[in-house]
């Protein structure tokens, strides 16, 4: 067996609940180096500068640097990471962007450099900012454009901000952002033994989230056109905003009512589920003051999360920047049950 098939392994295991426990999978720069080395060569180590394959030279006391036994050229396991020329530990890095990627709320610099038992504050601070800024970099492809008989696109927006807990003032309008959100929303047939994450059957799938200046018919089509594929069945309210979806390419459904609670719930629950998710998340985070100007680039992080809480192991590669050549599960996989989440599979079992 390969010294790192054991590494590639743990793709399947449960995501670790813990810092302890993801500690325990990668305890050691070795363990982190023998990780990087799998990544990028799943099939054994394959030298860039004479393309001999075999086994590289393992130095302890530099572990991310792999030295090639035929021409003797070093290789780094960093480069092209978020990790490239840093002078932190790979370990620090790793148990960094665990905690990053888990759904830890309110992660700031000091509780960072505290839980990782960093000495000095700009390191804590500068490794959770290029971390974060592997959010930002998410892909801005369109979302329902794959989608199958019945699934969708449920289309809303909310005003987040403004309102400040316990000091008894309403939400002042200089404070609220309005945000508006697509997700994708696929349904597939109740199974024997399914626990369903979400109501009736359905399944949120992709996510958009952006901050538009106003309700009008411009900004509310123009966050549409950018975040979805037309083509794709969009569920929307009834409001005048979104009138012209259909002539743009959509197959529209405004749902009249959409205000009355019933009614929402039964056509946009899934959209109101993802609006009360992200406001319960900023406001734990956050307590709920956020600075408009900040905003999007919450939005941005809730949006990482929650596109990938399928792909833990994926957020956590995808934030050190950690190429991958494997193939990943499929929504198609997901959705239709022929790939088991790891973490649900002692419920299916
Ligand atoms: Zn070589």
Not at 13 to 32: I, Y
Not at 289 to 317: I, K
Request: hydrophobic share 35%; proline share 7%; net charge positive.
């Amino acid at each position: 067996m390969p010294p790192h098939a054991d590494v590639l392994q743990w793709e399947h295991l449960p995501f670790p609940k813990s810092l302890r426990d993801f500690q325990k999978l990668f305890p050691n720069d070795e363990a982190c180096a023998r990780y990087l080395e799998g990544a990028k060569w799943p099939k054994g180590f394959v030298c860039p500068h004479c393309e001999k394959k075999g086994e590289p030279f393992r130095m302890s006391t530099r572990t991310s640097v792999l030295t090639c036994r035929t021409c003797r050229k070093q290789t780094s396991l960093t480069v092209g990471t978020v990790m490239q020329r840093t002078h932190s530990p790979l370990t620090v890095w790793f148990w960094a962007a665990y905690l990053v990627s888990s759904m830890t709320p309110g992660m700031s610099a000091v509780q960072f450099q505290r839980q990782l038992g960093l000495s000095r504050y700009e390191t804590a601070f500068q490794i959770l900012h290029k971390l974060r800024a592997g959010m930002v970099r998410q892909g801005r492809d369109r979302i329902g454009g794959n989608l199958g008989r019945g699934d969708h696109v449920e289309v809303d927006e909310t005003y987040i901000g403004g309102a400040v807990r316990g000091e008894g003032r309403g939400p002042k309008p200089d404070d609220t952002v309005l945000v508006a959100a697509a997700v994708e929303v696929r349904t597939r047939p109740a199974k024997r033994g399914d626990k369903p994450m979400w109501r009736g059957g359905r399944y949120a799938g992709r996510l958009r989230l952006e901050i538009i200046p106003n309700r009008g018919a411009k900004a509310m089509t123009g966050f549409v056109e950018q975040a979805v594929e037309p083509g794709a069945m969009v569920i929307t309210d009834a409001a005048p905003g979104y009138a012209k979806l259909g002539a743009l390419g959509y197959a529209h459904l405004p749902v009249v009512e959409a205000g009355n609670p019933e009614v929402a719930e039964e056509y946009l629950p899934i959209v109101h589920l993802v609006f009360s998710n992200l406001k319960a998340w900023l406001q734990g985070t956050h307590h709920g003051r956020v600075e408009p100007q900040h905003l999007q680039a919450y939005l941005n992080e809730f949006t990482f999360r929650f596109n990938r809480r399928f792909y833990p192991f994926n957020a956590f590669r995808s934030l050190l920047g950690i190429g991958t050549n494997g193939e990943g599960p499929t929504y198609a996989g997901i959705y239709e049950g022929t790939w088991k989440h790891p973490t649900m599979a002692s419920h299916h079992d």
